[in-house]
T-cell receptor, first 112, second 115 residues
Framework: GNSVTQMEGPVTLSEEAFLTINCTYT??????LFWYVQYPGEGLQLLLK?????DKGSNKGFEATYRKETTSFHLEKGSVQVSDSAVYFC???????????FGTGTSLTVIP | EAGVAQSPRYKIIEKRQSVAFWCNPI?????LYWYQQILGQGPKLLIQ????????DSQLPKDRFSAERLKGVDSTLKIQPAKLEDSAVYLC?????????????FGPGTRLTVL
């Protein structure tokens, strides 16, 4: 079946620290992979995506590389800001359609 | 471009009561989704529409939940009767098409509290 396993939180970092949020997946074939972000009081927003192996998605300083050999899509940012405080969700859609399978979310708090 | 609209934003009801949520997707988006997000969990798909037809409702508790998308645009999700465990945020999302690479755009959600 299809599923996403995400690093458990909460994660607390100081401003300008390096961020990694781990995400691994199980899927048949070649899924598309996504990171969504949910800021306090707001809806889910697409952060980045990658649709084939070795693709790198990037946005707002965040990056994630689609690694088929390790079935991973880890989210990274070199220097986090207070404004990055949010809940981050890893998700996949199977190659057969676009039903989303979400991870449980990782809460990130960045302190000044 | 207007985003996905949902109403109401918040709803508090007692168990065994009925409730309905409304969603207006992004104009031109053929695919519409309803998700349930319980506190501390990721969203779980309840039902997916392609235009006004149901593509997937395998995780919809059909004894109490129903949804429709008349005319292939707006959609309503109803719970009747509500249970305590239905307390959650109900998210509506839309996408242009039903393909795996397509981005889904989410509305702000309706937070339901069942007392």
């Amino acid at each position: 079946g299809n599923s996403v396993t995400q690093m458990e939180g909460p994660v607390t970092l100081s401003e300008e620290a390096f961020l990694t949020i781990n995400c691994t997946y199980t899927a048949t074939g070649y899924p598309s992979l996504f990171w969504y972000v949910q800021y306090p009081g707001e809806g889910l927003q697409l952060l980045l995506k990658a649709t084939k192996a070795d693709d790198k998605g990037s946005n707002k300083g965040f990056e994630a590389t689609y690694r088929k050999e390790t079935t991973s899509f880890h989210l990274e940012k070199g220097s986090v800001q207070v404004s990055d405080s949010a809940v981050y969700f890893c998700a996949l859609t199977p190659y057969t359609g676009n039903q989303f399978y979400f991870g449980t979310g990782t809460s990130l708090t960045v302190i000044p | 471009e207007a985003g996905v609209a949902q109403s109401p934003r918040y709803k508090i009801i007692e168990k065994r009561q009925s409730v309905a949520f409304w969603c207006n997707p992004i104009s031109g988006h053929a695919t519409l989704y309803w998700y349930q997000q319980i506190l501390g969990q990721g969203p779980k798909l309840l039902i997916q529409f392609q235009n006004n037809g149901v593509v997937d409702d395998s995780q919809l508790p059909k004894d109490r939940f129903s949804a429709e998308r008349l005319k292939g645009v707006d959609s309503t999700l109803k719970i009747q009767p509500a249970k305590l465990e239905d307390s959650a945020v109900y998210l509506c999302a839309s996408s242009l098409a039903d393909i795996s690479t397509d981005t889904q755009y989410f509305g702000p959600g309706t937070r339901l509290t069942v007392l």
